[in-house]
């Protein structure tokens, strides 16, 4: 037993000290440029690497993704209203999403808070084959995030804590802030702005019984239409 327990600290270890180097990297000025090859989603690069080999070594040992909500939901209605109300909770979370960000940019343009991706994205206006590359990434990267955030890390914040009511509004909280630290190369407003998404993806997690496609699908969505709209210039 005690083997198998410092197999798994190893290869949790290992997960997160890989994500520190990758991150270190990308903030050096002498490697940052590693990055570039993939163009808007090189930066997300680290974390890819994370969620993968995080959930190499949650499934070596022994756990299901489904343990964490990546799973068909389990609601206890026929399939096709299930899919309904998968569809319909993704929506309400893409509006509350999008309605949360509509209310701050006011308050952000007035204090000159800005952004540090814009320049990023303006590489997508009209270029249609740039578009075609980087959404299906963006897709894996709102899976990897929703798993990672919403999957592991709350239900371990919760399990620490206790496991009851108080414990998931405080990992709900947690993970929300971590969140949107996490989105530190996207300044100040982009953290704030996924702070806020983490609230809502993470509130959402827990009443539909933890599982994962409502907010996979709401995530996806919204930043479908962030990528059309700079696409189109909107």
Same mark, same amino acid.
């Given at each position: 037993?005690?083997?198998?327990?410092?197999? =798994?600290?190893?290869?949790?270890?290992?997960?997160?000290?890989?994500?520190?180097?990758?991150?270190?990297?990308?903030?050096?000025?002498?490697?940052?440029?590693?990055?570039?090859?993939?163009?808007?989603?090189?930066? +997300?690069?680290?974390?890819?690497?994370?969620?993968?080999?995080?959930?190499?070594?949650?499934?070596? #040992?022994?756990?299901?993704?489904?343990?964490? /909500?990546?799973?068909?939901?389990?609601?206890?209605?026929?399939?096709?209203?299930?899919?309904?109300?998968?569809?319909?909770? +993704?929506?309400m979370l893409?509006?509350?999403?999008?309605? #949360?960000?509509?209310?701050?940019?006011?308050?952000?343009?007035?204090?000159?808070?800005?952004? =540090?991706?814009?320049?990023?994205?303006?590489?997508?206006?009209?270029?249609?084959?740039?578009?075609?590359?980087?959404?299906?990434?963006?897709?894996?990267?709102?899976?990897?995030?929703?798993?990672?955030?919403? /999957?592991?890390?709350?239900?371990?914040?919760?399990?620490?804590?206790?496991?009851?009511? #108080?414990?998931?509004?405080?990992?709900i909280i947690?993970?929300?802030?971590?969140?949107?630290?996490?989105?530190?190369?996207?300044?100040?407003? /982009?953290?704030?702005?996924?702070?806020? /998404?983490?609230?809502?993806?993470?509130?959402?997690?827990?009443?539909?019984?933890?599982?994962l496609w409502?907010?996979?699908?709401?995530?996806?969505?919204?930043?479908?239409?962030?990528?059309?709209?700079?696409?189109? =210039?909107?």
């Open positions: 037993m005690d083997q198998k327990s410092n197999r =798994q600290k190893l290869m949790y270890g290992t997960s997160f000290l890989c994500l520190f180097i990758l991150l270190a990297l990308r903030e050096s000025e002498s490697f940052r440029h590693i990055y570039e090859f993939l163009p808007i989603m090189g930066t +997300a690069v680290p974390f890819i690497v994370f969620a993968l080999m995080l959930t190499f070594a949650h499934i070596s #040992s022994g756990r299901k993704l489904s343990d964490v /909500g990546l799973k068909y939901p389990d609601w206890g209605k026929p399939a096709l209203q299930v899919i309904l109300i998968v569809i319909v909770v +993704a929506i893409a509006i509350a999403r999008i309605g #949360s960000a509509a209310m701050l940019s006011p308050l952000f343009n007035i204090l000159g808070v800005e952004g =540090q991706n814009a320049n990023r994205m303006a590489q997508l206006a009209g270029n249609t084959g740039l578009l075609m590359l980087v959404l299906p990434i963006m897709w894996m990267v709102v899976v990897c995030e929703e798993l990672v955030i919403r /999957g592991y890390l709350m239900n371990y914040i919760a399990d620490r804590l206790g496991g009851k009511k #108080s414990a998931w509004i405080a990992a947690i993970s929300a802030l971590i969140f949107g630290l996490g989105h530190f190369p996207n300044g100040i407003r /982009g953290m704030i702005g996924s702070g806020i /998404g983490g609230l809502i993806y993470g509130l959402a997690y827990v009443l539909c019984k933890r599982n409502p907010g996979i699908i709401g995530h996806a969505a919204v930043n479908t239409l962030g990528f059309l709209s700079a696409y189109y =210039q909107v």
